[in-house]
């Protein structure tokens, strides 16, 4: 069964750096699937931010893309998440999840708040 | 921007039917835009539901059926059951980017 577990600060300062990690178990990271982050604002519904193969192909939100920075590691078969100069509107529930071979996120993580205050 | 749209709030009775759909400002919603279908409920991670406009995921119960109707993805809930009270979450793809709808906050009452 794939698991993912998401993991990094729950509190991140305005302007500084959002970091976090997507752990992968029972599924090898390098199978050929991308691998996204989603988040979801409290209240709110859910963004796709971006997908990443191990290959170091990206894509994503044009939205977002010159504050967003995705990478795998597959020594450690995780994957991870960096949204830079964040602000209180990046406050959200952040989920990564594996992209199926049709577009499809079939199994997510639990999520992880982060906040962003000072 | 690509915005996609579903209806904010439906309402059905246990063992009704019940349709959400899913609308994209470039037009019509094809099969090359691979719709996804996710149940959300309080405090959980979204659940995919259906992949690629109709198909089930093994875990997905036959009660759910996805479709393309009218230019716009579809969801059919038939036979609603009070524990399919959820937000509904729409995906589409365009050439690489993604895009999720609003959602559909969904009551069975």
């Known amino acids: 069964q794939v698991q993912l577990q998401e993991s990094g600060p729950g509190l991140v300062k305005p302007s500084e750096t959002l970091s976090l990690t997507c752990a992968v178990s029972?599924?090898?990271?390098?199978?050929?699937?991308?691998w996204g982050w989603i988040r979801q604002p409290p209240g709110k519904g859910l963004e796709w931010i971006g997908s990443v193969h191990h290959s170091g192909s990206t894509y994503y939100n044009s939205s977002l893309k010159s504050r967003v920075t995705m990478s795998v590691d597959t020594s450690k078969n995780q994957f991870s998440l960096r949204l830079s100069s964040v602000t209180a509107a990046d406050t959200a529930v952040y989920y990564c999840a594996r992209r199926g071979g049709t577009y499809n996120f079939d199994f997510w993580g639990q999520g992880t708040l982060v906040t962003v205050s000072s | 921007q690509t915005v996609v749209t579903q209806e904010p709030s439906l309402t059905v009775s246990p063992g009704g039917t019940v349709t959400l759909t899913c609308a994209s400002s470039?037009?019509?919603?094809?099969?090359?835009?691979?719709p996804n279908w996710f149940q959300q409920k309080p405090g959980q991670a979204p659940r995919a539901l259906i992949y690629s406009a109709s198909n089930r995921h093994s875990w997905t119960p036959a009660r759910f059926s996805g479709s393309l109707l009218g230019g716009k993805a579809a969801l059919t809930l038939s036979g609603v059951q009070p524990e399919d009270e959820a937000e509904y979450h729409c995906?589409?793809?365009?050439?690489?980017?993604?895009?999720f709808g609003g959602g559909t906050k969904l009551t069975v009452l």
């Open positions: 995906l589409l793809y365009y050439g690489g980017a993604q895009v």
């Open positions: 029972g599924y090898s990271i390098s199978s050929g699937n991308f």
């Open positions: 470039t037009g019509a919603v094809t099969s090359d835009n691979y």
